[in-house]
């Protein structure tokens, strides 16, 4: 491990959990479940959907997201339970990067929960008296592109993150090696 880059298989864990929930959420974005009316034989309308995958690739980008979360955080101890970091910039960046990367994961992971969710829904049956103002449900398109955004924004910040922590902790290292306290003179 360089002094202060951190982890090299943490980087790169980041980075690959990450762009794995990148290509989950853009799969889900291009397989969002689409709804045509039917009319059965008693004359009730109802939806008919293809393929509902868009769900299981929503929920897939949201688990791989959290693990990656979760391995930076369990990583660092969450920057609140570890060693002290020392003072300076890089402790400030590391703050910053923190709080923006926690800001960034919780609306992508709400973005790919909420797209599953809606996704998933589907209407079912309704009567004649309904069949004027009938209309299938469907998620809107861009919801799981904005997550898949939201996850690249958050890997970044995380790698920047996990880089400046590094820095922070290691010259804290430094630090208490080269401080000593001498209270006797030479012997």
């Given at each position: 491990m360089g002094?202060g880059?951190?982890s090299?298989?943490v980087?790169?864990l980041?980075?690959?959990?990450?762009?794995v929930?990148?290509?989950?959420?853009?799969?889900?974005?291009?397989?969002?479940?689409?709804?045509h009316?039917?009319?059965?034989?008693?004359?009730?309308t109802?939806?008919?959907y293809n393929?509902?995958?868009?769900?299981?690739?929503?929920?897939?980008?949201?688990?791989?997201?959290?693990?990656?979360?979760?391995?930076?955080?369990?990583?660092?101890?969450?920057?609140?339970?570890?060693?002290p970091?020392?003072?300076?910039?890089?402790?400030a960046?590391s703050?910053?990067?923190?709080?923006?990367?926690w800001?960034?994961?919780?609306?992508?992971?709400?973005?790919?929960?909420?797209?599953?969710?809606?996704?998933?829904?589907?209407?079912?049956y309704?009567?004649?008296?309904?069949?004027?103002n009938?209309?299938c449900?469907?998620?809107?398109k861009?919801?799981?592109?904005?997550?898949?955004?939201?996850?690249?924004?958050t890997m970044?910040?995380?790698?920047?993150?996990?880089?400046h922590?590094?820095?922070?902790?290691?010259?804290?290292?430094?630090n208490?090696?080269?401080?000593t306290?001498?209270?006797?003179?030479p012997v």
């Amino acid at each position: 491990m360089g002094e202060g880059k951190g982890s090299t298989l943490v980087h790169l864990l980041v980075v690959v959990l990450s762009l794995v929930a990148f290509g989950f959420s853009i799969a889900a974005e291009r397989r969002r479940s689409t709804g045509h009316i039917e009319v059965d034989a008693l004359n009730n309308t109802y939806c008919v959907y293809n393929s509902d995958v868009a769900t299981g690739y929503g929920v897939g980008g949201f688990l791989f997201l959290l693990s990656s979360e979760s391995l930076l955080m369990g990583v660092t101890k969450c920057m609140c339970f570890g060693r002290p970091l020392a003072p300076g910039a890089n402790r400030a960046w590391s703050i910053i990067y923190f709080v923006s990367s926690w800001a960034t994961f919780l609306v992508a992971e709400a973005c790919l929960i909420a797209g599953a969710t809606k996704n998933a829904y589907h209407t079912k049956y309704r009567g004649m008296i309904y069949a004027q103002n009938f209309s299938c449900e469907s998620l809107r398109k861009g919801v799981f592109i904005a997550g898949a955004v939201f996850v690249v924004a958050t890997m970044v910040l995380n790698v920047y993150y996990y880089m400046h922590f590094s820095k922070a902790t290691s010259s804290m290292k430094t630090n208490r090696k080269n401080s000593t306290v001498g209270m006797t003179g030479p012997v």
